[in-house]
């Protein structure tokens, strides 16, 4: 059984950060991550960040995961375990993983659940055929493994995900026929939108997929003009030929230690789904478990690093090291000030409720 | 209109123009960054300070014109590639457009390109004047096109014209 001050959950942006500060506050760290290497989505996100010039903006995700991975592989109180995926967390506070070819057995002070999020699916028929993408699965063959999933693609949704994963496609030299997004409006910044706009791609609003056709694999795909109550337009169906549909229509968090943990639960729409509640420095219900990132609630990778600061310093203090409250107020106050924009209005909103 | 289809209406460009006057004097940046969101990088980035200081980070660019000198320094430092450069005075036919490109092939100086508009459709022909990409721009190459001056306000990329038949 190992023994550690603090164990973390997930080496991507939210984990990275948190095994940071508190490793440099002086804790132990043991840091578990599924993957073979360190950065979690942040690895394939090769465009450049927005949010403050304070925390990254302007770099690209791939090059902070870089720079964190070479943080933590320095610091000499940061145990790193890639490959490494958690099983879960039991009454008498230990926590098991698989980790090459055995169960790991750890008993931590504290843990950190920052195991972000999967991508949503949605009904229509043929979705089960070969050809049919997540859209995050379409970002990690291409800029992880540099395989393109095809020659023509649909974009399903026009949030920040769509619009930025479509970019990289043309980028790629793949033709992007159309996103397609099942609401009014383009959910994601306009800036992406207008980018791949005046690379030709069309953004059809009030629209939606229907079907995947095709025998073996997808050959096309039947969309429709829909009104507001999703209700296809008469005579407004065509079929548009592609050999990939990418379904960029959200994401939920990953939330199966924290109900095993036995955190208390809500769920909450504008976070993406059921997510735990937390007090101001994100301990959850449960004493001495923390969480940051997508699992805490669905955002962007800059207010993952700044929640997974504060968990990190949180936890230092919490075992009793010293740790800077002006610190804590910084951060609190950089996660605010991401946040009290228009586009951070449903992220305040689900706060509101989970918060306490 | 940005929201329905990421293409500016009219009146949402209305906001983001330098005066008509500033335009004559010299090349001025354009900044089409019309929604708030939380992103600083341009302040940072502008060795002149002619973007007002973000008293909140969700608030838009705000640009003194004047201090402006269209040196193109902020255009790689955008992450959202929104900001452009525009000289009126490049020639008396021809005006010069800054653009920020990031796929490849880069274009070569002196190509003839296609020259496309905000929504992606063909409005003329220009030719490439510079191309910079520097490792401080960080792989957001600054791709310099000289365009008629009666499309220079439309035109925001281009399209290579390499293996095509159009001559």
Known sequence: MRQTDFAVIGG???GLAAAMEAANAGAKVLLLERDDWLGGQLVKQTHQFFGSKNEFAGMRGIDIARHFTEQIEKNENIEVFTGATALGYYEDGVLTAAYSGRVLKIKPRTLLIASGAMEKMIPFLNNDLPGVYGAGAVQTLMNVYGVVPGKRVLMVGAG??????????MQAGIEVEAIIEGTSQVGGYWVHASKIRRMGVPILTNHT????????KVEGAIITEIDENWKPLPGAEREVKVDTICLAVGLSPLAELLWQAGCEMEFSPQLGGYVPIRDGNLETTEEGIYIAGDVAGIEEATSAILEGQLAGISVARK??????????????????????GPVGEHIRQGLARVER | MLKKDGVPSPEELKGVKPSPERLKEGPVVIVECMQEIPCDPCYYACPRSAFRPFPDINQKPEIDYEKCNGCSICIANCPGLAIFVVDYTYSDEEGLLKIPYELKPLPEKEEAVTVLNRAGEEIGRGRVVQVLNTKKQDRTAIVSIAVPKDILMDARHIRLRRGSNEG
């Open chain 1, 12 to 14: 991507g942006p939210a």
């Open chain 1, 160 to 169: 920040n995900i769509g619009l930025i994963v479509s970019y990289q496609l």
């Open chain 1, 209 to 216: 997929i229907l079907q995947a056709t095709g025998q073996e």
């Open chain 1, 319 to 340: 075992i009793g090291l010293s740790v800077s409250e002006d610190k804590i107020k910084k951060i609190k106050e950089n996660l605010k000030s991401l946040r009290a």
